[in-house]
């Protein structure tokens, strides 16, 4: 097993560091210096307090969706609705804080929280359901129940629960004894990072040292073998759907509480999608998540720098995460062709020595 860990984080390394050649050889074919627009990425990403704190603000919300497709892809049950429970735990944060305004910080803050996770494991519950005793194909109902609640939403924060002040397409600003305290001074950076670490560790200890994360994955490699051991590969499924949506509705409830103060129409630039990428970089590993949320905050961070200093597109950082993604993907096809292509040089090797 460590063998496999050892090789697949080689591999992953690898096609890090060819999707930054190709990057750089984009630069360079446009007439930019690949030495300059990466140590502007790099700086704008960990070159001051202050960008260091917008790199983490940023990784808050791709934790929280990375650990929830590890959760739930690690268990067979593939929760690609993420988006959409975000929207809803993120709304649901919102409407605490405007509703029950006269609430002390140590109530109305868990409060928030306890009840956007609710929300979130609720929507991913009803796809998990229709999985488990319908059969109905969760990738389908997951992205289409994404649409469902973005437009749902939508509607709320334009209609019933619209900003008296302006047209902000957004619900109220919530309660002041809501509010996250920011931790740099003009960064985003607010304490759902520390709650963001507690989950992480939370999430992790679940997965990796208790009977429940042994029997997730042992259901998402072979149910009818989990079953044949007494496992409840249905029950063990629902679990993981609803916590990997509780925990996108979490997400969704720090971007209000820590980051907006307000729920927006537009409140998520695609963290869900961006979790995504960031678990299935690591294999659905807890603390690879982690690292990898790390790595793509730093690059939507420092892409806006580089672009400022050496006007260099920030999409550039979009062309390097599908290049690595490309690579990723075929990791296990390159792997195999590799072995094939070493088994016949011995093969040839032997003939030629036996002759």
Not at 66 to 89: D, H, K, P, V, W
Not at 220 to 241: E, H, S, T, V
Not at 290 to 302: D, E, S, Y
Request: with cysteine; hydrophobic share 50%; proline share 3%.
């Amino acid at each position: 097993m460590k063998k496999i860990n050892l090789s697949y984080i080689i591999s992953l390394a690898l096609s890090i560091f060819v999707a930054l050649i190709i990057g750089a050889l984009i630069m360079l074919i446009n007439g930019k210096s690949p030495f300059i627009g990466y140590s502007a990425l790099f700086s704008g990403a960990f070159g001051s307090k202050y960008n260091l704190a917008t790199t983490f603000a940023k990784t808050v919300p791709l934790v929280l969706t990375g650990l929830s497709t590890a959760i739930s892809f690690r268990s067979g049950i593939f929760n690609i609705g993420g988006e959409g429970q975000l929207y809803l735990g993120a709304f649901a944060a919102a409407y605490i804080g405007i509703t029950f305004t006269s609430l002390p910080f140590f109530i109305g803050i868990p409060l928030a929280i306890i009840f956007g996770a609710l929300v979130g494991g609720l929507y991913a519950f009803l796809p998990g359901v229709l999985k488990v005793k319908y059969k109905i194909d969760e990738v389908i109902t997951t992205i289409m129940l994404n649409t469902v609640a973005v437009l749902f939403t939508s509607f709320l924060v334009n209609y019933p629960f619209a900003t008296t002040q302006g047209k902000m397409n957004g619900t109220e600003i919530i309660a002041q004894s809501y509010h996250l305290r920011r931790l740099v001074k003009l960064s985003t950076l607010n304490t759902s990072v520390f709650f963001m670490s507690f989950i992480a560790i939370v999430i992790y200890y679940l997965m990796e040292k208790t009977s429940i994360g042994y029997d997730f994955k042992m259901v998402g490699q072979n149910r009818m073998f989990a079953r044949y051991g007494g496992i409840n590969d249905k029950k063990q499924m629902l679990i993981a759907m609803v916590i990997s949506g509780a925990l996108c509705g979490m997400a969704g409830v720090f971007e209000v509480l820590g980051v907006h103060y307000r729920f927006l129409q537009s409140i998520s630039p695609g963290y869900a999608w961006d979790g995504m990428l960031a678990s299935l970089m690591a294999k659905n590993n807890p603390v690879g998540v982690v690292l990898m949320a790390i790595f793509l905050g730093a690059l939507k961070t420092g892409s806006v720098s580089m672009e400022n200093a050496t006007s260099i597109p920030s999409e550039l950082v979009m062309v390097i995460q599908a290049i690595i993604v490309l690579f990723i993907a075929g990791e296990a096809g390159f792997k195999d062709k590799f072995v094939l292509l070493n088994i016949k040089r011995k093969s040839k090797k032997a003939g030629e020595t036996n002759a």
